[in-house]
C-alpha cells in the first residue's frame, strides 16, 4: 500500500510558478513510477507527466512541454512538478499518482494504482 498527499498548489498569476510536491509512504518509494495529472471542472483527468523508478525517464503532455519538470528524490520518498510560465488554462487540481510495485512509466490515469488526495492550482489572468 502507498499512501500519497501532495502540497504546493495556490493562486498565482499567468507567468507565475509554483512547485507541487508528493510525499509518498508505505511501500518502497524507490520502486514506483510515480505521476502527475489534472482535472479541471467539467473536464476528464489528463495526463501531465511521469518520471520512472529510478528518475532516469520521464515524459510530459505536449501542453506543459517545455514549462513544467518532473523530478523524484527517493531518499526523501518524494516526487516534485516544478512548473513555470504558468497559463489560465493551467488551472485544475492536481494529482499525484503511483504505479504499481516495479512498472514503467505510464501515460493514462487507469494504469496508475494509488493517488492522492489532490491540490488545487488556480492561475488567473
Known amino acids: 500500500q502507498v499512501q500519497l498527499v501532495e502540497s504546493g498548489g495556490g493562486l498565482v498569476q499567468t507567468g507565475g510558478s509554483l512547485r507541487l510536491s508528493c510525499a509518498a509512504s508505505?511501500?518502497?518509494?524507490?520502486?514506483?513510477?510515480m505521476g502527475w495529472f489534472r482535472q479541471a471542472p467539467g473536464k476528464e483527468r489528463e495526463f501531465v507527466s511521469a518520471?520512472?523508478?529510478?528518475?532516469?525517464?520521464?515524459a510530459y503532455a505536449d501542453s506543459v512541454k517545455g514549462r513544467f519538470t518532473i523530478s523524484k528524490d527517493n531518499a526523501k520518498n518524494t516526487v516534485y512538478l516544478q512548473m513555470n510560465s504558468l497559463k489560465p488554462e493551467d488551472t485544475a487540481v492536481y494529482y499525484c499518482?503511483?504505479?504499481?510495485?516495479?512498472?514503467?512509466?505510464?501515460?493514462?490515469?487507469?494504469?496508475?494504482?494509488?493517488w492522492g488526495q489532490g491540490t488545487q492550482v488556480t492561475v488567473s489572468s
Open positions: 499518482a503511483a504505479r504499481g510495485p516495479w512498472a514503467s512509466v505510464a501515460t493514462t490515469w487507469r494504469e496508475y494504482d494509488y
Open positions: 518520471i520512472s523508478r529510478s528518475g532516469g525517464t520521464t
Open positions: 508505505g511501500r518502497t518509494f524507490s520502486s514506483s513510477a
